[in-house]
Every structure is written in structure tokens, then in C-alpha cells.
């Protein structure tokens, strides 16, 4: 086959990922297809794929493509439609393939879209995508020809198999909560379940829709959650529970209004998990508070700070053995009786399940917590072709300014972060999105806004402003 150039802004740190018939087509589709089944033969890996895609416009048809490719590759398909990017890791696990790939822009705006992939029961990102692009490049050997996908491609439903799973355990006994889908893929997923689940239960926007109408499906945005919010409100909730365009993130309102942070979540699911794991690892990302990394630590766990990015995670936590990692965008990761993946759904019930069993809801968990001084997670808009020199420049001046010719203070593993005496404060950049993210917490009020003054000190340096 002649060889295939992508547009190089879509190969991704974590995924592939671009804005539809501009930075990334059909054809585009269909080479990743071949050069993923290509990258299998090299090692040596039996071809059989699973592939799912959320409700994006153009899922269908990049899907159509990239089946074909995998197909012309020589690859035997198992097509499982529409629904959220756990479904299509949950038939990785229940199909026994050796592969899989998932067509979602995740949170991202309508017109752009993507690709989520598993290869050899692993995340397969950073250099395995290089890798891909490289491949394709060059142009893949491995045309078989000759085939169409109906041939090699069959359709097989998981989906009643998938909602049984995640059901399996739930009891959540009288709750009244509220679900958020944002007209994502979760959404049929969602209205199945909450059909098994006593309790009272208010779904919100479960119409699986491209086009996002009632607002961006950002779980973590705390304007986005402004309807959930309001929904608690109405229906005198026990939580909110929101999800991001391929369900794989969550958002809590708690019963009070309050946004539960990511870290704070996995501390509040730790509390449950740690005594079955003694002195395991468990995760949270640089983002994270030291408030939330004490409580993980308290519970027994070998509480440690981890890399951002759902890949990142899932990878240490392979290596590691670990039971339980979160993140503040709201990537979660069970491994306590379930496959270790990022699932929010899952996520939800296991919530739920913790609330009704141990009789503390996780209102009462935010109302225990000591007061936290620290900002939100900031958003810095950054163009992809310059977010990345900035940082360099961002990392040269904290190293200048805050490192005292002492650079224990200063980690330059994920961004910078960069701490003192009453707290610290972060920059990276994003993988996903045109963006750096910022963060700051401090003992006090006043330190926090010490360290706010730092922040802004090292984003000016940069030409880069922060709203706080």
C-alpha cells in the first residue's frame, strides 16, 4: 500500500484526536486501521479487534473507515456501536480480543473526534502512536486485499452483558440522585441501569446527541454542572452525578451543591477500598492536594503522586498492582473487584454502594474535611503549536526565580510545580485540548494567595494570563 501522512497535531500524547474533514478524514481513518493491524504482526499478535464509538456526528463514519482499514489489514472485527469508551474496554475483557479501539472526541467540541486504543491488554499511546504514524509513513506491508468488512466484521451487542456487569454488587439502597449525560454516550447505559436500582433516580439528558444541546459534556467544568446543580437542588438529591461525552469521567455535586474534586473522590472512595489493599500504592495525579494525598495516606495506603493522563495511570497502575488511582479531571480507576479501568459509571455505583453500606454519604465526607485553600483546576488557552515551548520557557524561569540554586522544591516531572514552606502551585500543559492548567494550594488563605502571586509571576513571564 503507498504510504499515508496524518496532519501531526493529531497524534497525541494519549490518543489520536483532531477536528473532522480538516485535521483528521475518513482516509485518515482507514490508514490508522491498517497501520494499527500492521503494528499487531510485529508483535506478533492474533488480530482480533474490538471497536465501539460515541455519538459524535461523524462517529459512524470514521468507525465504517477504520473497520475497513483493520479488516484490510487482515483483522477479525467485533463491531460493538454505539455507547461509552468502558463498554468497548469491558468487551476488550468479556471478547477475549487482543485489541481495541474506541472512536470518541471525548470532551471535546462536536467537531472534533477521535481514537481511544488497547493493544495486548495494554494502553497503547505516546511512542506506540509515534510508532503508528511512522508505519503508516512508510506504508504498510499488510494489505491483505480483497476483503470487505461484512467478511471479517461481525456486529455483537455487549451491552446488556456490559449494564449487568457494573450492576453486579450495587446496592444502593433509598438514595435520591440525579444523572447528568450531557447527551453523551452514556446515555442509554445510564436509563438501563438506573431501571434495576432502588432508590429514586432523575436522568437528565439521556438522548445520545452529536451536537451536545443542552450543554458541553466537561464533567469537571463547574459551569457545566450548574444544571445538575440546580437539579440536586429541585429534587432534594442525596448527589449529582455527571459524565463527559464517552463516559469514562465523572462529576459530583454533593447534596449540599458543592463540585466533589476528583481527588477528593478517590480519597472518599480509599476510605472503603485501602482496608482490603494494606500498604498498597495508590494514585493520584500532580494536580492533586496534599489534603486529599493525607487522607489517601491515612487510610493505610501508600499514598503517591502519578503523571496526568488516563494512560499514564492505567500503565503505573499495572506496573505497581495498584487497587485505586484518580485524577482531578475526573478519571477514576477501580481495580477493587473490577478490570482497572477508567469507568464513570462504575464509578457512580460503587459511590452509591459506599453511601447506603457505610451510612456516610458523600455530603457528610465533604462536611468532615478541615477547610482547603486552593483554587479549582485553571484553564489557560494556549495554541497546540505553542503550548509546549511555553512550558519551556515556564520551567527555565520558576527554575531561576524559585529554585535558590535548590531544585528539590521544584518537580519538572509533569509541568512545573514548584513548592514552599505554606504550599505549592502547578502549570502543565495539556494533552487534550489547546490549553495549559494551573493549580494552587496554600496552608491559609493568605498563603494561598502568596503563591497565586508566584503563579502569576511565571505565567507573565510567558505572555500567558489566569483568570482567578
Known sequence: MSSHHFDPSILRAYDIRGIYEHTLTDADAFAIGLAFTACMDMR????RIAVGRDGRLSSPALASHLIDGLVAGGATVFDIGCGPTPMLYYANEALATNAAIQVTGSHNPPTHNGFKMIMGG?????????????????????????????????ETSIFDDYVARILQGADVGAVTAVWDCGNGASGEVTEALTRQLSGTHHVLFAEIDGTFPNHHPNPVDPETLDMLRDAVAEHDADLGIGFDGDGDRIGLIDAKGRQVPGDLLTAYL???????????????????????????AATGADAQIWKTGHSHMKKRMAELNVPLAGEMSGHIFIKDDYFGFDDAI??????????????????????????????????????????FAAMDALASFARTRFGNDDMSNISLVDGVR?????????????????????????????????????????????????KI
Request: hydrophobic fraction near 40%; include cysteine; aromatic fraction near 4%.
Open 44 to 47: 506478533g499478535l492474533d488480530k
Open 122 to 154: 495494554a494502553v497503547f499511546f505516546g511512542e506506540d502512536i509515534t510508532h503508528l504514524g511512522a508505519v503508516s509513513a512508510k506504508g504498510p506491508a499488510n494489505h491483505a486485499g480483497g476483503h470487505h468488512a461484512g467478511e471479517r466484521c461481525t
Open 270 to 296: 480509599a476510605l472503603d477500598i485501602a482496608p482490603r489493599h494494606q500498604s498498597q500504592p495508590m494514585l493520584l495525579d500532580v494536580k492533586s492536594s496534599d489534603m486529599a494525598m493525607s487522607l489517601i
Open 346 to 387: 462504575y464509578v457512580a455505583l460503587r459511590v452509591l454502594s459506599q453511601m447506603h453500606r457505610t451510612g456516610q454519604s458523600i455530603t457528610a465526607f465533604m462536611d468532615s474535611l478541615p477547610p482547603q485553600f486552593a483554587t479549582p483546576e485553571l484553564r489557560i488557552e494556549c495554541d497546540d503549536s505553542k503550548k
Open 418 to 466: 514548584v513548592r514552599s514552606a505554606s504550599g505549592w502551585w502547578l502549570v502543565r500543559a495539556s494533552n487534550t485540548e489547546a490549553a495549559l492548567v494551573a493549580r494552587a494550594e496554600g496552608s491559609s488563605q493568605t498563603a494561598l494567595d502568596s503563591l497565586i502571586g508566584d503563579l502569576r509571576e511565571t505565567l507573565d513571564h510567558a505572555d500567558l494570563t489566569v
